[in-house]
């Protein structure tokens, strides 16, 4: 069965540092992996898509890096912004399927 | 963009009713769509899968005779919540998989309050 974990739980830093979020999963036979973001009490935005053939995809100040074999992937945000407040949950194909199996997130807070 | 909506955004029910959740797909079509549940400070878990004309796929634990799964179009798919219980008050979110791109989309969401 596919896991999923994020890694911090939790981030606080002040405007304009660069950030690293982490995402780990235990079955790397995975097709894409996808990073979404979740504002409190919304939904889900999609953020990056990586198919299991590519390296990383980016997206303005984000990036996304995929190492499938070992069963990584990270989330670079460039020069975080107040905005950019939010949970940021990283998910796999594993549930039945290919429904999604999500991590727990990583709840990040920008201090202005 | 692919655009996945939900109706309603929020219901509150009481409790022994049931309640009907729907997701559409408003420019795509998708044979497939899928149903999660997120309660406070949890993640998203997957409930069931929903495929078009046929029945639905349900993970462990989840009641299909509690949580009743239509897929009648390639447009839309219901989830409805019988005899909701205060435990069942939840977030529930919808997705539907667009195969072109192999990519879900996901709606809005709906938030239900049982009394």
């Known amino acids: 069965k596919q896991e999923v974990t994020q890694i911090p739980a939790a981030l606080s830093v002040p405007e304009g540092e660069n950030l690293v979020l982490n995402c780990s999963f235990t079955?790397?036979?995975?097709?894409?992996l996808q990073w979404f973001r979740q504002d409190p009490g919304k939904g889900l935005t999609s953020l990056l898509l990586?198919?299991?053939?590519?390296r990383e995809q980016t997206s303005g100040r984000l990036n996304a890096s995929l190492d499938k074999s070992s069963g990584r992937s990270t989330l670079y945000i460039a020069a975080s912004q107040p905005g950019d407040s939010a949970t940021y949950l990283c998910?796999?194909?594993?549930?039945?399927?290919?429904?999604?199996?999500f991590g727990k997130g990583t709840h990040l807070i920008i201090q202005p | 963009g692919a655009v996945v909506s939900q109706h309603p955004s929020w219901v509150i029910c009481k409790s022994g009713t049931s309640v009907k959740i729907e997701c559409r797909s408003l420019?795509?079509?998708?044979?497939?769509m899928f149903w999660y549940r997120q309660f406070p400070k949890q993640s998203l878990m997957l409930m069931a899968t929903?495929?078009?004309?046929?029945?639905?796929?349900?993970e462990q634990g989840v009641e299909k005779d509690k949580f009743l799964i239509n897929h009648a179009s390639l447009t839309l798919s219901t989830l409805t919540v019988t005899s909701a219980h205060p435990e069942d008050s939840s977030f529930y979110i919808c997705?539907?998989?667009?195969?072109?791109?192999?990519?879900?989309?996901f709606g809005p969401g709906t938030r239900l309050t049982v009394t």
């Open positions: 997705s539907a998989l667009r195969v072109s791109y192999y990519e879900q989309y």
């Open positions: 079955d790397s036979a995975i097709y894409n």
């Open positions: 929903s495929n078009e004309g046929s029945k639905a796929t349900y």
């Open positions: 420019d795509f079509q998708a044979t497939t």
């Open positions: 998910a796999v194909p594993g549930g039945g399927a290919d429904g999604l199996t």
């Open positions: 990586i198919q299991s053939s590519q």
